[in-house]
């Protein structure tokens, strides 16, 4: 599965203590990140995260265009909702198309380890199937 991390500046701690304790369940699937979160991360962990630029850089719109190709299986967007951010649009559309899309989003840590806990279970593989019959994909 393909699985985004995103975390504002003052949750990116939070965002790695996480990703460390749910190390075992990401290993094997396909990371991906805006830059320092994912830097971050690979810092602490083992494993490898496909990092794309900084979030108020254009990192947002880059996991939201794999998003709108229906490419992402599950993000993982820890948000600061006391700090305005400059690139408030970006993150407004990035979360308006997870909800078109139908991919499982957490904005908190409480949120994310319930998907956590699913994506161990194989409660999401109904995401392979959606993979499956994407526009373009020969069956």
């Known amino acids: 599965?393909?699985?985004?991390?995103i975390a504002h500046d003052r949750k990116k701690d939070?965002?790695?203590n996480f990703v460390?304790?749910?190390e075992n369940v990401f290993t094997g699937h396909d990371l991906y990140s805006t830059g320092t979160t994912g830097t971050r991360i690979m810092e602490q962990t083992d494993l490898q995260i496909h990092r794309f630029m900084s979030g108020p850089l254009g990192g947002d719109q880059q996991i939201?265009?794999?998003?709108?190709?229906n490419e992402m299986d599950l993000?993982?967007?820890?948000?600061?909702?006391?700090?305005a951010q400059p690139h408030e649009p970006d993150i407004s559309a990035l979360l308006r198309l997870c909800d078109v899309q139908g991919i499982p989003l957490a904005t908190n840590?409480?949120?994310a380890?319930?998907?956590?806990?699913a994506l161990d279970r194989?409660?999401?593989g109904w995401r392979e199937l959606v993979d499956k019959y994407k526009p373009g994909v020969e069956l």
């Open 64 to 69: 939201g265009a794999m998003v709108a190709k």
């Open 1 to 5: 599965m393909n699985i985004a991390f």
């Open 20 to 22: 460390i304790a749910y």
């Open 122 to 124: 194989g409660d999401l």
């Open 75 to 83: 993000i993982i967007f820890l948000r600061d909702p006391l700090m």
């Open 109 to 111: 840590v409480a949120t």
């Open 113 to 117: 380890e319930i998907l956590v806990l």
């Open 14 to 16: 939070e965002m790695v």
